[in-house]
């Protein structure tokens, strides 16, 4: 005999659990030696994210611990929550947002000091210095009596002393830090409210000292004008994306005209930190995902139409993409 039931209470033998059973989206990627990284979210794990890597024989290895969900919360959008050079991985820990290092033996050494408050100090968009001493990223404080936190950008102690020295303060949010090749300058982004990263914000330059910066340069950013992504080619000399024209295009320190003027916008809106439009070959040639006619681009790659992360390891792109019929991968 049929059971009757309301309209759209009848039991299913499809639930939420079975829909994301099994599934994984890639978000970041990074590039060490012949090693490629990459986030991986699992919803059916509670949206855990892990840290992966495929090896240069093919190996491919979860590298963070099984209980260890790598995210931060830093303008509470988060972003840039890890990084990975010469095997090993800089990451902030969900559950407490401390910064850690995790040695290529596998042995994970917290970099941070816990907080007086819970997920009080956060950290995000970091990378170390050429030496390994330090690793210089942003800075969220948060005040137990619920006031305005507080951006800074910071250098952390590589070596698990829980030192942390402030570099820079002052603007209400920091994104970027980005140390050149040689480790004698840090550029970054600033702005302050009202505006939002796509409105207006600064490029600022610096020399990088032990622990500190000294004569702060003003390099671009004047107004109504969005600056975004600073990175150094390997040559040295700084780049960033600017939408001066009213589309975000590649422009160089020293140069007024872009230096790559792809057929769209260069650029997405920051809502996140870490992320990554254009990447330099090993011979300094730029290239960029650009947005046009309601999809992304990047030249050689037709099937894609979407792009969470561009990078370069020697003369090859790295990137996770999807496709209108084709997930993340």
Not at 306 to 314: E, G, N, V
Request: include cysteine.
């Amino acid at each position: 005999m049929a059971d009757v039931v309301p309209y759209g209470a009848w039991p299913s033998p499809i639930s939420a659990r079975s829909l994301v059973e099994g599934a994984v989206a890639i978000s970041e990627v990074v590039a060490d030696g012949p090693d490629v990284w990459w986030a991986e979210s699992r919803p059916g794990e509670g949206g855990r994210t892990v840290l992966m890597r495929r090896s240069g024989d093919g190996t491919v290895t979860e590298m963070t611990r099984e209980d260890a969900s790598v995210r931060t919360l830093v303008h509470e959008y988060g972003g840039g929550a890890w990084w990975a050079v010469d095997g090993v991985a800089y990451y902030v820990e969900m559950g407490d947002q401390r910064l850690r290092r995790r040695n290529p033996d596998g042995n994970v050494t917290v970099l941070t000091p816990e907080p007086e408050i819970e997920r009080g100090l956060r950290y995000a968009d970091g990378r170390p210095t050429p030496d390994r001493r330090w690793y210089v990223c942003v800075r969220e404080v948060h005040h137990a009596d619920g006031g305005e936190p507080r951006n800074e950008i910071v250098a952390v102690a590589g070596d698990g002393s829980l030192r942390v020295e402030v570099l820079v303060s002052g603007a209400d949010f920091y994104a970027a830090p980005r140390i050149s090749p040689d480790g004698a300058r840090l550029a970054w982004v600033q702005w302050d409210h009202p505006n939002m990263p796509w409105d207006d914000t600064q490029l600022w330059v610096a020399d990088l000292g032990e622990s500190s910066v000294d004569a702060s340069e003003h390099v671009a950013g004047h107004g109504d004008e969005s600056v975004w992504q600073p990175e150094w080619s390997p040559a040295g000399e700084l780049h960033w994306l600017s939408d001066r024209d009213d589309h975000w295009k590649l422009y160089r320190q020293g140069v007024d005209a872009p230096v790559l003027d792809e057929p769209g916008e260069i650029n997405c809106p920051g809502w996140v930190l870490g992320l990554s439009r254009y990447t330099f070959l090993a011979d300094g040639r730029a290239w960029a995902i650009w947005y046009r006619d309601g999809s992304e681009h990047l030249a050689g790659h037709p099937g894609y139409t979407m792009f969470a992360t561009l990078r370069s390891r020697d003369d090859d792109l790295v990137f996770a993409a999807a496709s209108w019929s084709a997930e993340t991968e």
